[in-house]
C-alpha cells in the first residue's frame, strides 16, 4: 500500500508551521494508554483471548519461511500451495482467479492468481475478508539496503496469517450471509513508486465484480493489512470513515473492539492509506475499509521480519474479526 503525497505535504506542513498545541494533544492522549477511556481498556494475555493468536503467529512465521513472495516468483508459488492446501483441509472452497499483466520494467508477461476461498456458498449475500498475499519486489524505503530483501512479515504475511487462523471458526458460522476470504496478488508488485501501478489484484477482481462474472453479492468488504506489529495501534482509516457508506462499518468494528475492552482499536481517524479498498470501493462499488496499523517503523524495510510482529496482536484483531462476524451474518 501507499500514502498519498498531498498527506506528506500535510504532514510536512504541520511540522514546519510548529503545530507545537497538536503535539502536546498527542502527547497527552498516548501518555492516557491510547484507547481514549482507559479506564475500561484490560491488559490481555494470550491466554485469556478466545482466538489462538499463537497458532496464528506460527502461520505467519511459516509463510516468511518461503522467503520473499513478490508476484509469480518462486515464493508466490510455494505460498500459494502451502495455503490452497490449509483451506481446503478446513472445507473452504478454494478458487484461484487467474490473470496476466505487463511486467512494468521489460513487458513480458506476468501470471497473477488471486486466491479466493468461499464458506458456506449456498449462502446468496456476503461478507469479504481480504488480505494481499503478495510482497513488494525490493524494500525501497530501506535507509542502508533499499535493493536488498523484502520479507514482508506485517506487511503482506500477517493479514494471510490471521485469515489461516479464522478458517478454523468458519464452517460453524451460522447465519444468513456467507464469508469469502480473497487474497489479492499485484497489491504492490512496484519496482518504480512513481510509474508502476498499485493493487493490480483487487483492481481485476473489482472489475469481473461489477460486470456480474462472479457468483457473489458482497454487503461489505474488509482489507486487513499490517495487523501484527508488536507495538499495535489501529487508528480509523481516513478513506474508510471519510466515505457514507462505509463509515458505520468502521464504526461498528471499532465499537467491537471497545466492548471487548481492547485499547489498540483507537477510535479516531490518523492515516489516508491506499490500499486494496479503493478498487473494491471505487470499481467494485463494495462498501469496503482497511484495518491497517501504518505506525510501523519497518515499512518498506529489510527489518519487516518477524520478531517486529506479536502473537497477541494477531489474537486482538483475530477475536474483533471474529466477534464482529458472529453478530454480523445473522
Ligand atoms: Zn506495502
Known sequence: MSKPNGQTIFLWACILGGAALLGGLVLMYENQ???GNPSTARRWTLEQIPFDG??????????CDLGPRPSASPGMLAQQEMLVEH??????????????????RDGSEVRMANLMVRWHPERKERILLCAHYDTRPFPDRDPINPRG????????ASGVALLMELARQMPQLRGKLGVD???????EFVFNDDTDIYFLGSEYFAREYAAGRLDSRYRFGIVLDMIADADLQLF??????????????????????ARLALREFI????????????????TGKIPTIAIIDFDYPFWHTEADTADKCSALSLAKVGWVMHEWLKKSVK
Open 54 to 63: 499463537a497458532r496464528a503467529y506460527e502461520y505467519l512465521r511459516q509463510i
Open 236 to 257: 480509523e482509516e481516513r478513506n474508510s470513515v471519510a466515505w457514507r457508506e462505509t463509515r458505520p462499518l468502521v464504526k461498528d468494528i471499532w465499537s467491537v473492539a
Open 33 to 35: 494508554g491510547v484507547a
Open 181 to 187: 476470504f480473497v487474497l489479492f496478488d499485484g497489491e
Open 87 to 104: 483451506f481446503q483441509k478446513l472445507g473452504g472452497k478454494v478458487n484461484l482467479q487467474q490473470f496476466r499483466i505487463r511486467h512494468p
Open 267 to 282: 477510535p479516531q481517524p490518523k492515516h489516508e492509506v491506499r490500499d486494496d479498498h479503493l478498487p473494491l470501493r471505487n
Open 149 to 156: 530483501t523484502f520479507l514482508g512479515a506485517n506487511d503482506g
